[in-house]
């Protein structure tokens, strides 16, 4: 009944506009979300794809451009100035200028808030600036400024030297157009894709936001009281999700070795008890979390998953303290960690094989010396002039094809997917969405299988989608997937886990929102995703790759040693994805 007495001041309350940025000709203009186009919408991605495609000039989508006809799209959840914990989650669409397609990122930090905040449910960003510029966004207004004298600085002295809360900035990678290229966004770094690449290709060091709106209430505290409190006991009822909430993504490493699914020593292995130097220390003895934060929402370490494989495992570096190192630098440079590691990784097979004769000898692991490079790199400095090429220039100049783990000449996440069928195939689409039910309790392929393991790929798709609508860390899922049978989860389950989602966005919406409109609203996600990656390409249909090593050598240290069947796993996959009956709404 509250929720009812407010619902006709429910769309007005929610401060809904675009914050539209020319940095070319440095204005400026705040555009009205419409509000039946902004409850079909709701936030994050399909928010990002839908502004991405209005304001993009697809006839200046070219490198010649300097991406000037290519937008950049910051689109938080729909709940994110909730009072709900974990609400963290926003959503990066822009057009790689790697692959070609489209980029889409989704981080969890307060960065998603404050963009609320200053009264905005997105910001779009065009044009290219003519010189080394910023802006700063305040109390409606957004003022412009030259940055020439930040050129070359860190990300972290440039956050610092700005004396703002909010900071997106590039580093001297972006500024020097590194392929590896990503963005610092209030402390974590903005990875894969090209996003800092864009930045650099327009003229942007970086940005600020001075949020001057703290929050909201719920249309119904009550509601919103029993949901975080339900989220509280799913994340406190396994021991997995309390190891989460304490320690991040990185508690999932402890699995790796038991599943075989850490890229260790560019792929050559699937297990190695060196792994559990990266793993973190003291997860038997954690005490209940007051409230379902975790360090990917906090900000508390940058020392995440697929960084530490990235820069660890997969060069043959199991200090933890040392990666961590690599992890700052990088972060600091602003480089993508993955990337990078994947570069580093050929680089050191390729000198051993008497390739790269301009490098130092690389088959002793180092962190000093990857620390240089990682500096030279991003500096465009001597030798890492050479490996801030993409990977894919890489192996044309100088060969090593066989130490090259790619797909949409974009480096592959450190994952063996020998041993992740169901990561494999989105992973061959250009899809990074974690198949968390996978990393828990591993998975393998059995001929007749597929369609099965389609579904469970399609319902990863589905699930995280919807969590970026309403704005919810996907870290929150986990107790989802932490039954030892039940880990995909069956029929019940997963009902349970969109009625978890339509009671948020209604809370945050102010109108009655279906657990089969949740559904319906992450299919639509995924089918203008496919749209706008269709046009850009040129072509529609079927697709997918991954590297010929992970489909034709099985060999490895595990005692399963498998290659991916790709061919039937994809032709399930969009089999089952081309029916209708999978369109249509809540089914």
Not at 163 to 174: D, R
Not at 369 to 377: E, F, G, I, P
Not at 419 to 436: C, H, W, Y
Request: hydrophobic share 40%.
């Amino acid at each position: 009944m509250y929720m009812k007495k407010k619902r006709a001041l429910a769309y007005p309350y929610r401060h809904r506009s675009i914050l539209h940025i020319d940095i070319g000709s440095e204005t400026y203009s705040q555009l009205p979300l419409e509000e039946g186009e902004g409850k079909a919408l709701l936030g994050g991605r399909l928010l990002a794809l839908t502004l991405w495609e209005r304001f993009a000039q697809f006839d200046q989508l070219h490198e010649k451009s300097y991406e000037s006809g290519n937008p950049v799209v910051f689109a938080p959840g729909s709940g994110v100035d909730t009072p709900l914990s974990c609400c963290t989650s926003y959503t990066v669409v822009t057009k790689s200028p790697l692959t070609g397609q489209l980029s889409i990122t989704s981080a969890s930090s307060s960065l998603a808030q404050a963009i609320v905040d200053c009264g905005y449910s997105a910001l779009v960003i065009t044009g290219r600036a003519r010189r080394l510029s910023r802006f700063s966004i305040s109390d409606g207004k957004v003022e412009f400024a030259s940055s020439e004298e930040f050129h070359d600085m860190l990300t972290t002295e440039v956050a610092k030297r700005s004396g703002a809360s909010h900071v997106v900035a590039i580093g001297p990678a972006g500024e020097h157009l590194v392929s590896h290229a990503s963005l610092y966004a209030n402390g974590q770094n903005i990875t894969r894709g090209g996003v800092g690449l864009v930045f650099g290709m327009k003229n942007i060091k970086f940005f600020t936001l001075h949020p001057h709106l703290h929050g909201r209430e719920s249309y119904d505290s009550e509601r919103m009281g029993k949901l975080s409190a339900s989220l509280l006991r799913e994340m406190n009822s396994t021991k997995i999700g309390r190891t989460v909430a304490e320690q991040g993504s990185i508690a999932l490493l402890q699995k790796a070795n038991h599943h075989g699914w850490a890229a260790i020593d560019t792929y050559s292995m699937r297990i190695d008890g060196r792994l559990w130097g990266l793993c973190p220390r003291s997860s038997e003895q954690l005490s209940e979390a007051k409230v379902p934060t975790c360090p990917v929402c906090t900000e508390k370490s940058n020392f995440e998953l697929e960084s530490a494989m990235a820069l660890g495992s997969n060069l043959e570096l199991f200090d933890s303290r040392s990666v961590q190192q690599l992890v700052t630098r990088c972060l600091e440079n602003g480089l993508d960690p993955v990337s990078v590691g994947s570069v580093l990784a050929w680089a050191r097979k390729c000198r051993q094989d008497g390739l790269l004769v301009f490098l130092p000898d690389m088959q002793r692991s180092s962190a000093m010396l990857y620390l240089r490079l990682l500096d030279a790199m991003a500096f465009g400095r001597g030798t890492g002039e050479q490996l801030g090429k993409s990977l894919a220039e890489l192996v044309s100049l100088y060969g090593g094809s066989d130490y090259a783990f790619m797909v949409q000449r974009l480096p592959l996440p450190p994952y063996d997917y020998r041993a992740l069928p169901v990561q494999a195939s989105l992973a061959a689409i250009g899809d990074d969405t974690l198949v968390m039910g996978e990393l828990l309790w591993g998975n393998r392929h059995r001929r007749g299988n597929e369609r099965r393991l389609a579904s469970w790929a399609l319902f990863a798709q589905t699930l995280g989608y919807a969590m970026e609508g309403v704005g919810l860390c996907p870290w929150v899922a986990i107790s989802h997937f932490a039954h030892p049978l039940l880990h995909f989860p069956a029929f019940k389950r997963s009902k349970k886990a969109f009625a978890q989602l339509a009671e948020l966005a209604s809370l945050a919406e102010g109108h009655e929102i279906d657990s089969s409109w949740m559904v319906s609203y992450a299919r639509t996600c995924l089918k203008k995703q496919r749209e706008l990656n269709s046009r850009l390409r040129g072509k529609s249909g079927p697709h997918g790759e991954l590297p010929d090593q992970l489909l034709v050598n099985g060999k490895s240290n595990f005692r399963s040693a498998q290659v991916v069947p790709l061919a039937r796993l994809l032709d399930a996959y969009w089999s089952l994805s081309s029916k209708k009956s999978y369109w249509r709404e809540g089914k």
